[in-house]
């Protein structure tokens, strides 16, 4: 098995959905840009990508949004070592329907206050939703490895719920473990790297806004 020596998730640079999020009413989420800011986010956060990878093969997985497509084009990686794939597992979680944004912000509250993980969108999808197709697509990936060819990098531009949940499916974090986690920012990465113990490591940890209170003994 060809285990990759590095899996890099890349959130999409800021989109205009990050700064104004009354174009919800008027556009679709998945057709949503980036902003002049948050290309030079992906344009800047292409510079240490490439130097990371140097020479060597990419197998990159694009997200179908309009923002990560754009994120990625930005990186500015070479056509000639990347094989690259869109991927709708790795898509942003469905809201629902935005065209009411006094529902919206309801439902926003009802998802703060009965948890991000288990709260499901009406017409949409909760974050355990997100859970198992990503989780899906893990296993597809991870078959992926038994090619004795595969290239050692992989890179998944993606959104931040969908890099939390694709840790948490990693790495065996618990539901608590999860909801204390914050998004990383516009055009922030995360790298599951492969140690001499031939078990992947995070090579840094996201960012807690409170600290886990696990239901019982698997916490």
């Known amino acids: 098995m060809a285990r990759p020596r590095r899996i890099v998730l890349i959130r999409h640079g800021e989109s205009v959905g990050n700064v104004?999020?009354?174009?919800?009413?008027?556009?679709?989420?998945?057709?949503?840009?980036?902003?002049?800011?948050?290309?030079?986010?992906?344009?800047?956060?292409?510079?240490?990508?490439?130097?990371l990878f140097g020479d060597e093969r990419v197998s990159a997985y694009v997200s179908p949004y309009r923002r990560t497509h754009q994120t990625f084009h930005a990186l500015g990686l070479d056509p000639g070592r990347v094989r690259v794939r869109e991927e709708p597992r790795l898509r942003?979680?469905?809201?629902?329907?935005?065209?009411?944004?006094?529902e919206v912000r309801k439902q926003k509250a009802y998802r703060d206050a009965y948890g991000h993980f288990f709260y499901r969108?009406?017409?949409?999808?909760?974050?355990?939703?997100?859970?198992?197709?990503?989780?899906?697509?893990?296993?597809?990936?991870?078959?992926?490895?038994?090619?004795?060819?595969?290239?050692?990098?992989?890179?998944?531009v993606t959104h931040g719920l969908t890099m939390r949940l694709f840790c948490m499916r990693w790495f065996h974090w618990t539901v608590a473990e999860f909801e204390c986690l914050s998004n990383p920012g516009n055009a922030e990465t995360r790298a599951l790297l492969l140690g001499p113990d031939g078990r992947y490591h995070l090579d840094r940890p996201f960012e807690r806004w409170c600290t886990p209170e696990p239901y019982g003994f698997t916490g």
Do not use: C, I, M
Request: aromatic share 10%; proline share 8%; net charge negative.
């Open 20 to 51: 104004d999020d009354t174009v919800y009413e008027r556009e679709p989420d998945h057709a949503l840009s980036l902003t002049e800011r948050g290309r030079k986010q992906a344009k800047d956060a292409g510079g240490p990508l490439r130097e």
């Open 121 to 156: 969108f009406a017409q949409g999808e909760s974050g355990a939703d997100v859970y198992d197709r990503v989780g899906a697509f893990l296993e597809s990936l991870w078959r992926s490895f038994e090619d004795p060819g595969h290239p050692p990098n992989v890179l998944l």
């Open 92 to 102: 942003e979680q469905d809201w629902g329907n935005w065209q009411d944004p006094v």
